[in-house]
């Protein structure tokens, strides 16, 4: 069986690497990490105009209908570029929840103007440290009105609307939840910028009361969508994590080749090659992970659960690696606020908690391992 991308999603690849070696060099980063500013509109608007916010997105919704396997290729450039735009929010997370349980209408009101660019999305779900589990969530959605408080929402500061999980009834457990779609700068609606680790991804608290907001889905099925969404947008993620890494390794070769010591180049010890190495071992196993998810994305196999805990934990074991042996690699000025090791380290953490804690991920991937073993 061939996992490697076609000739056409490479030339899109390639394409994607061009645009935003151009559009989105580390100084474009750096605005956005030093403003008040959610994102950079500027890079925003040109990424919508490039067609990829509407990659995965049916034609019949205003998007190319490309697919997965495209979407997965323009996300790996993303990661490497650690564009500050708020694509996986509203992407991999807003639009997806939305084509998972969204009406006919929902998906015509909202998917288009996804593909276009005009709306950005988010997704809440926590509501305090830990992982999410379905007792953990006390926001309420009744008759068509949300109350609670949501933190650590990616994007949420530029954000118009979000998908909130949300308590619908008294009944214990997973069929008390449901999904809301509420708009953001609607009446009731209050949000917060927090501190983030990566403050180009920025965080915000989003406090509701009696806001109104529409249902997606049917009520008691909320958690099983979650989670679809949540595996679907974790194999996208792994591609971004592993474009993050590989720019890592490459980062730390070239300064092991050109930075001296004691008259020979750092690169020429042991301890370093040993580094790099790891690196390279550590990224090549993300990546057969995340092609694997490629597929099972692209296929929408059975596998996919198991698929997108393998990708999400052995991406975000690759590139948090890689992000902290590069800045090893550099020695004292790796840890400065010039050089921009620094930069990928926090995407690196940020990436690595979006979508929920390392350990919720790895308990996943043990459960859907002994499910396979027992098929």
Same mark, same amino acid.
């Given at each position: 069986?061939?996992? !490697?991308f076609?000739? !056409? &999603?490479?030339m899109?690849? !390639? &394409?994607a690497?061009k645009?935003?070696?151009?559009?989105?060099?580390?100084k474009?980063? *750096?605005k956005?990490?030093e403003?008040?500013?959610?994102? !950079? =509109?500027?890079?925003w608007? &040109?990424v919508?105009?490039?067609?990829?916010?509407?990659t =995965?997105?049916?034609?019949?919704?205003g998007?190319?209908g490309?697919?997965?396997?495209?979407?997965?290729?323009v996300?790996?450039?993303?990661g490497?570029a650690?564009?500050p735009?708020?694509?996986?929010?509203?992407v991999y997370?807003?639009?997806?929840a939305v084509l998972?349980?969204?009406?006919?209408e929902?998906?015509?009101?909202y998917?288009p103007?996804?593909?276009s660019?005009?709306l #950005?999305?988010t997704?809440?779900?926590?509501e305090?440290p830990?992982?999410?589990?379905?007792?953990s969530i006390?926001?309420?959605?009744?008759g068509?009105?949300?109350?609670g408080?949501?933190?650590?929402?990616?994007?949420?500061?530029?954000?118009?609307?979000?998908?909130v /999980?949300?308590r619908?009834s008294d009944e214990?457990?997973?069929?008390?939840?449901?999904?809301?779609?509420?708009?953001l700068?609607?009446?009731?609606?209050k949000? *917060?910028?927090?501190?983030? #680790?990566? +403050?180009s *991804?920025k965080n915000a608290? /989003?406090?509701?009361?009696?806001?109104?907001?529409e249902a997606l889905?049917k009520?008691?099925e909320?958690?099983?969508?979650?989670s679809?969404?949540?595996d *679907?947008?974790a194999?996208m993620?792994?591609f971004?994590?592993?474009?993050?890494a590989?720019v890592?390794?490459a980062m730390a070769?070239?300064? =092991?080749l050109t930075?001296?010591?004691?008259?020979r180049?750092i690169g020429?010890?042991q301890? #370093?090659?040993?580094k790099l190495?790891?690196?390279?071992?550590?990224?090549e196993? =993300?990546?057969?992970n995340?092609y694997y998810g490629?597929w099972?994305?692209?296929?929408?196999?059975?596998?996919?659960?198991?698929?997108?805990?393998a990708?999400r934990?052995?991406a975000?074991?690759?590139?948090?690696?890689a992000?902290?042996e590069?800045?090893?690699?550099?020695?004292?000025?790796?840890?400065?606020?010039?050089?921009?090791?620094? /930069?990928?380290y926090?995407?690196?953490?940020q990436?690595? /908690?979006g979508?929920? +804690?390392?350990?919720t991920w790895k308990d996943?991937?043990?459960t859907e391992?002994?499910?396979?073993?027992?098929a």
């Amino acid at each position: 069986m061939n996992f !490697d991308f076609s000739d !056409d &999603q490479k030339m899109l690849k !390639d &394409q994607a690497r061009k645009f935003l070696a151009e559009k989105c060099t580390t100084k474009t980063v *750096r605005k956005v990490f030093e403003s008040t500013a959610g994102h !950079d =509109a500027a890079l925003w608007k &040109q990424v919508a105009e490039m067609g990829w916010t509407g990659t =995965a997105i049916p034609e019949n919704y205003g998007g190319l209908g490309l697919g997965y396997l495209e979407l997965c290729v323009v996300a790996e450039e993303l990661g490497r570029a650690l564009a500050p735009v708020p694509f996986a929010s509203t992407v991999y997370l807003f639009a997806e929840a939305v084509l998972a349980a969204g009406s006919e209408e929902q998906k015509q009101k909202y998917l288009p103007k996804i593909a276009s660019g005009e709306l #950005i999305g988010t997704f809440a779900r926590a509501e305090g440290p830990g992982a999410v589990i379905p007792k953990s969530i006390r926001t309420t959605f009744k008759g068509g009105k949300l109350s609670g408080k949501k933190i650590a929402v990616t994007d949420g500061i530029d954000a118009q609307v979000a998908v909130v /999980l949300a308590r619908s009834s008294d009944e214990v457990g997973e069929r008390g939840l449901s999904l809301a779609i509420v708009d953001l700068k609607g009446a009731g609606v209050k949000r *917060r910028a927090e501190d983030s #680790i990566d +403050p180009s *991804r920025k965080n915000a608290e /989003l406090t509701f009361d009696n806001a109104s907001a529409e249902a997606l889905g049917k009520p008691g099925e909320a958690w099983g969508n979650t989670s679809r969404v949540l595996d *679907r947008a974790a194999i996208m993620t792994a591609f971004e994590q592993i474009g993050g890494a590989d720019v890592c390794l490459a980062m730390a070769k070239d300064y =092991a080749l050109t930075r001296y010591a004691f008259g020979r180049q750092i690169g020429s010890y042991q301890a #370093i090659k040993h580094k790099l190495a790891d690196m390279y071992v550590y990224n090549e196993l =993300a990546r057969s992970n995340a092609y694997y998810g490629a597929w099972a994305l692209h296929t929408n196999a059975r596998e996919l659960p198991l698929a997108a805990a393998a990708a999400r934990v052995s991406a975000t074991q690759a590139f948090d690696y890689a992000a902290k042996e590069n800045t090893q690699t550099h020695g004292g000025i790796g840890f400065t606020w010039e050089v921009d090791c620094h /930069l990928f380290y926090k995407r690196s953490r940020q990436l690595g /908690l979006g979508l929920g +804690p390392q350990r919720t991920w790895k308990d996943k991937l043990v459960t859907e391992l002994e499910l396979s073993n027992a098929a």
